[in-house]
């Protein structure tokens, strides 16, 4: 899920907002496939079920993962497709989503309610990132769990995924000053190989983070 600015209204449903993901959806194919996101899996798999949140969830195979796992699932896009890709990969899994299709200018977090949120590869401008990203904060339960994977600044003109965007792209400056109220038990700057999809498929440089709220 990508969001950029628009000067009308102060972000953008425009080249990358509801019309450009309901596109990139309405394959028959799951575009980034069913499978879970391996960093999500292996830090969601580390802790005890509860509440969790995921963010820029698209067609849901990090949402149904942790359904599967006995999470409770909250999951928000603005993309109807992906909502609908979604359900049915969760019934198909026999598993229950509470899918919500929102700009995230415009989510109302529930506040101190999530055990844990998952922010896989959301791709935020700087001016939303700043509302959402203290929305995550509020949304979190003491000694709950932020799970996030984002492309570098490094990833630009690579064809591996991600936004052709510099400021788009985060620094491990970004995630430092951005959640500097919550205790960063991993934050790393890493090479490595996608394979999810023709979107997200070979080399890339992410950020991965894990922070626990205070």
Known sequence: MIILLNETKGYILSKFGGEFWDERYSKEEYVYGIKPNIYFKSQLDILKPGK?????????????????????????????IGKEKALKLANENSV????NVTDLMEYKFKSDYYDAVGNIFLHLHPSVRSIVHPGILNALKKGGYLIL???????????????????MLYSLEDLKSDFNKMKIHLLEKKIVKLEDGDHHKGEAVVLRLVAQKL
């Open 149 to 167: 994977e984002v492309f570098e600044k490094d990833q630009l003109l690579r064809t591996s995924g991600g936004p052709q965007n510099f400021e």
């Open 96 to 99: 229950t989503l509470n899918y």
């Open 52 to 80: 969790i949140l995921m963010l820029g969830e698209g067609e849901g195979r990090n949402a149904v993962y942790a359904a599967v796992k006995r999470w409770e699932v909250d999951a928000v896009d603005f993309s109807e």
